[in-house]
Structures are given as C-alpha cells and as structure tokens.
C-alpha cells in the first residue's frame, strides 16, 4: 500500500530555511497532486500548498513569498523550502495525496514536528 | 477565505453511542467536503469525500450528508478505536480550509 513519510530537520533556527521532504513508497508520485499542510500547536490546520507531479504549483497566499515545492519523480519525493523562518512556523507539517485539483486527499504522511527556535 | 466552523469542538461519549458531528462553511461549497480522523501520533485517515461518499476500507459505521453550506459527520456506534479528533475541509476553492476539530473523548 502506497505510504507517505515526511522527513527533515526537527529544530530550525529562526530567519533560516525550513527543508522538508516526502518520500513516496508502495506507488508512483506521478498523475497526483501532492500537498503540504500545517498544524501549529494548539491551531487549525493550514493548507500550505500543492504541487503535480508535472511540476505546477499552487501555494496559499499568506506563504507564497516564503515557500517553494519540488518534485523529484525518481526518486518519489516531494520537497518543501520556507524561508525566513519565525516562530510562528513551528508546526507539524504533513504531505497529502490527492488525485484531481479539486479532489479530497485520500492518504496523508504520519506528520513531522518542527520548531523554530535559536 | 472560506471559513469551516465545526461544531461541537469536543464530546464526551460511551462506547455504542451515535455521535453526530456538524461543519458549516461561510459559502457554498456543493458536495466538495471531506472529513478525516486523527489519533494521537498517527497519520489523518481519510474517511469521507464529496460529502458523503466513504473511502476504502472506511467502515460503514461512519456517515456523511450535507450540501451547500451544512455537513454533517455520524458515527452509529462508538468503538473504542474512534475516540480521536474528527476535521472537516472544503475543496471547493483554494486555498483549502479546515474546520477547527472535534475532539471525541470517552466519558
């Protein structure tokens, strides 16, 4: 069964890149929208962005100046960068699949805890 | 933005009980609702889309309705493996927005 996981540094300092990846296993990255999504503690999930495995991307407003998604199709990843990192960034950050752009996610990664602080 | 308020945010149920979980978006959004579960230390699970249709191997215990601007999320028989906390989130426009949780609790 296909599984996501994400990975990357659990501590970012602040006004530095916050790196994150999700590895794909069990299924292909292509013909999918692959998504990003955050939860700060004690806040409601936010929609971070999304990104086809052609490459095109959608990213939320209030971050689209600081974040830029990848995707490395053999090696079935997907990759985020947010930069200028402040403790307001300090989430757990997941990844997503979905299928069509307006589609729900049918599988989603166990999540990652990052936090921003010096 | 589309706003999703969910309500209650927390309950306290027993094992076999029927919970009944409420999301209103501040616009209409046809069908194009999903609800999803979260255990403590586990991935989101997916449960419904379009409002009402279950995903894979969801058990039929779980049920959605609701169009335009009210959804509900029903659970007909509390199990112990349900108590978690239950988000609904529109995809009807981006950007995508999510209600703010309910948190089942076993009483």
């Known amino acids: 069964q296909v599984q996501l996981q994400e990975s990357g540094p659990g501590l970012v300092k602040p006004s530095e890149t916050l790196s994150l990846t999700c590895t794909v296993s069990g299924g292909s990255i292509s013909n999918y929208y692959w998504t990003w999504i955050r939860q700060p503690p004690g806040k409601r999930l936010e929609w971070i962005g999304y990104i086809y495995y052609s490459g095109a991307t959608n990213y939320n407003p209030s971050l689209e100046s600081r974040v830029s998604l990848s995707v490395d199709t053999s090696k079935n990843q997907v990759s985020l960068k947010l930069s200028s990192v402040t403790a307001a960034d300090t989430a757990v950050y997941y990844c997503a699949r979905a299928r069509l752009l307006f589609d729900a996610f049918d599988i989603w990664g166990q999540g990652t805890m990052v936090t921003v602080s010096s | 933005d589309i706003q999703m308020t969910q309500s209650p945010s927390s309950l306290s149920a027993s094992v076999g009980d029927r919970v009944t979980i409420t999301c209103r978006a501040s616009?209409?959004?046809?069908?194009?609702l999903a609800w999803f579960q979260q255990a403590p230390g586990k991935a989101p699970r997916s449960l419904i889309y379009a409002a009402s249709s279950l995903h894979s191997g969801v058990p039929s215990k779980f049920s959605g309705s609701g169009s335009g601007t009210d959804f509900t999320l029903t659970i007909s028989s509390l199990q112990p493996e349900d108590f978690a906390t239950y988000y609904c989130q529109q995809y009807d426009t981006y950007p995508l927005t999510f209600g703010g949780g309910t948190k089942v609790e076993i009483k």
């Open positions: 616009q209409g959004i046809g069908n194009y």
